[in-house]
């Protein structure tokens, strides 16, 4: 496993600066949330910041994962919409088409996988109409996807239409497309109840295609720094180690930009001693 960083932690600086910065502390790996200035698929200077991010991972031997999760990129005025359960065919096609550029920013990159999640069911209609509208929104992303060789990973995410490990299951059982596995987020699996965390990361070991982690408490989705909740990380971790996985293990702190690089370090001091207590390093 490869300890990473989310750079929807580090909303205020460049991301070649803060991709730099994340080496220099030690981590291997990062997620990048495309954004207003962080690989905006639609920034007429996109190309020359992919050559820049391109130039800084292969010189620091980083690996990487995009995130879709941006607030604001799509509707300056309602977090995280459009999405693929909008109740509007155009805006639904809006989040197609940001997704398919996403893919195409993964290949360009070479990295692990797209992470996306289903968004928020906003109109009147039943549960199984609104997993066949996300299904049907997803079907021509893992197209595109597996056109270019891209792995989607799909984070259940508490307060969406899929929201834990139960509702995945039953999305992916309506898909038939290899690349379509998942982004596990510990914090979410403690927030809803969904315990003993190592035997979901047990369970779902040849699906984890990418990881985030934080401390949270139950019921509660606020993603809190180590040691500010309830979560025992040495069981995870230890967890992580045994399946063999060897993807990025990503701090998710978007709420922690302020103070970025003193908070990066510590999640990185915190994982770190973990890993190296358990011998892990390995």
Known sequence: MLLGYNTNGFAHHDLVAAIEILAEIGYESVAITLDHHSLNPYSTGLTDQLLRVAAVLRQRNMRSVIETGARYLLDPR????????????????????????????????????????????????????????????????????????????????????????????????????????????????????????????????????????????????????????????PPILRTFHEIGYLGGIHVELSRHSHDAPAIARRAFEFLRSIVSSLDLSD
Do not use: Y
């Open 78 to 233: 309602t977090k995280h919409e459009p999405t693929l359960l909008s109740a509007d065919r155009l805006a639904r096609q809006q989040r197609i088409d940001f997704l398919r550029r996403a893919i195409d920013i993964a290949a360009a990159l070479e990295s692990d996988c797209v992470s996306l999640w289903s968004g928020i069911l906003r109109d009147n209609i039943s549960n199984d109409d609104a997993v066949e509208r996300l299904a049907a929104g997803l079907r021509p992303v893992l197209e595109h996807a597996t056109d270019l060789g891209v792995t989607i990973g799909f984070e259940p995410e508490p307060g969406m239409l899929i929201d834990s490990m139960g509702s995945f299951e039953h999305l992916a059982s309506q898909l038939d497309c290899e690349c379509f596995q998942l982004t596990l987020d510990v914090g979410h699996l403690h927030c809803l109840g969904e315990t003993p965390i190592d035997g979901h990361i047990r369970h779902w070991r040849d699906q984890i295609v990418n990881v985030h982690i934080e401390d949270m408490r139950a019921g509660v989705h606020d993603h809190l720094m180590f040691g500010e909740g309830e979560i025992d990380f």
